[in-house]
């Protein structure tokens, strides 16, 4: 089970961390990601990070301002947004896959989480 925390009201320009605790999988024997889905909007796969190097892909839209990160030992994945923006107002979803990283985020993730809501607005 995968449980996502640390959404909230933030003022543009402001930040917010992200949590995504596992409790009963071991986070890493899986490539993990962040999604976000807005509001009439489809879901967008905005980050994941690999098993166990820590390398990480992000969308155009976050790159720069977002950091994903993990922590194995603690079996938790966090997402720090930066430089938040109004058009970041989304449901914030964590999810696992058991499938590989390579110049993409895997095409199938098999476990999520049940997101934590973002708004952006003064």
């Known amino acids: 089970q995968l449980q996502a925390s640390g959404g909230g009201l933030v003022q543009p320009g402001g930040s917010l961390r992200l949590s995504c605790a596992a409790s009963g999988r071991t986070v890493s024997r899986y490539v993990m990601g962040w999604f976000r889905q807005a509001p009439g909007k489809e879901r967008e796969e905005v980050s994941c990070i690999s098993r166990t190097t820590g390398r990480a892909l992000y969308s155009d839209s976050i790159k720069g301002r977002f950091t994903i990160s993990r922590d194995n030992a603690e079996n938790v994945m966090y997402l720090q947004m930066n430089i938040l923006k109004p058009e970041d107002t989304a449901l914030y979803y964590c999810?696992?896959?058991?499938?590989?990283?390579?110049?993409?985020?895997?095409?199938?993730?098999?476990?999520w989480g049940q997101g934590t809501l973002v708004t952006v607005s003064s």
């Open positions: 999810a696992a896959a058991r499938g590989f990283m390579g110049s993409t985020c895997p095409r199938t993730y098999e476990f």
